[in-house]
């Protein structure tokens, strides 16, 4: 069946190291997003891209960067640089026809803590 | 892309209708209006959307006011599994992403 995937579901990492947290799927989606959870709170996007070797900021992207080399994969480095960056992360995707896009498929996100 | 308001919480009794409100007041003609639920710990899960007409699916049905300045989600016989994070958002099929609020925390009670 074809899906989005994040991994890892938990991530714990020390303050001033970088990480990585994947986010992959196989429904051939042109777009893919990311968004941050805080607790109680609704989602902020970060970064989006809507092609291969395209992305934009959203809305909190300082200390956070992204690749899309492939259609399938949009990792998102989380950087020292991010001042307070526990928080539930979602990879998400959509179909685009032309200007139109469609509805979001969600990940089940990674849950980041630093320790 | 037109904000939504959503009460913040709201309880329903399992195995009744339960009605989720969104107002939408500035709504432009080009906005769909689209539901999502969470459930805790989990990403967002796609309930349905649409412009003018109501709609329904297996999962719920949406009302649109003919104004279109509101509407409301209804689960017809709610489960203790329907117990999420309900979300109302309106966006134009050409706009970049969704903006996701703090939505309607529903709760099932036995």
């Known amino acids: 069946d074809g899906g989005i995937t994040q991994s890892p579901k938990y991530l714990f990492r020390k303050e001033g190291q970088n990480v990585t947290l994947s986010c992959e799927q196989n429904?051939?989606?042109?777009?893919m997003y990311w968004y941050r959870q805080d607790p109680g709170q609704g989602l902020r996007l970060i970064y989006y891209?809507?092609?291969?070797?395209?992305?934009q900021k959203g809305d909190i992207a300082e200390g956070y960067s992204v690749s899309r080399e492939k259609k399938e994969s949009f990792p998102l480095t989380v950087t020292s640089a991010q001042k307070n960056p526990t928080a539930f992360y979602l990879c998400?995707?959509?179909?685009?026809?032309?200007?139109?896009?469609?509805?979001?498929?969600f990940g089940s996100g990674t849950r980041l803590t630093v320790v | 892309d037109a904000k939504t308001t959503q009460p913040p919480s709201m309880d329903c009794a399992e195995g009744r209708a339960a009605n989720l409100p969104c107002n939408h007041s500035?709504?432009?003609?080009?906005?769909?209006v689209y539901w999502y639920r969470q459930i805790h710990s989990q990403g967002p899960q796609y309930i349905i959307h649409g412009l003018k007409n109501n709609e329904t699916n297996e999962m719920a049905s949406l009302i649109i006011t003919e104004d279109r300045k509101s509407s409301t989600l209804i689960l017809p016989h709610a489960t203790l599994r329907d117990t999420a994070v309900y979300y109302c958002i309106v966006r134009s099929n050409t706009g970049n992403q969704f903006y996701f609020g703090t939505g309607t925390s529903l709760t099932v009670i036995p």
């Open positions: 891209s809507q092609i291969v070797n395209d992305f």
């Open positions: 998400a995707s959509s179909t685009r026809q032309g200007r139109t896009n469609y509805g979001y498929t």
């Open positions: 500035t709504i432009s003609g080009n906005e769909y």
């Open positions: 429904l051939n989606h042109d777009a």
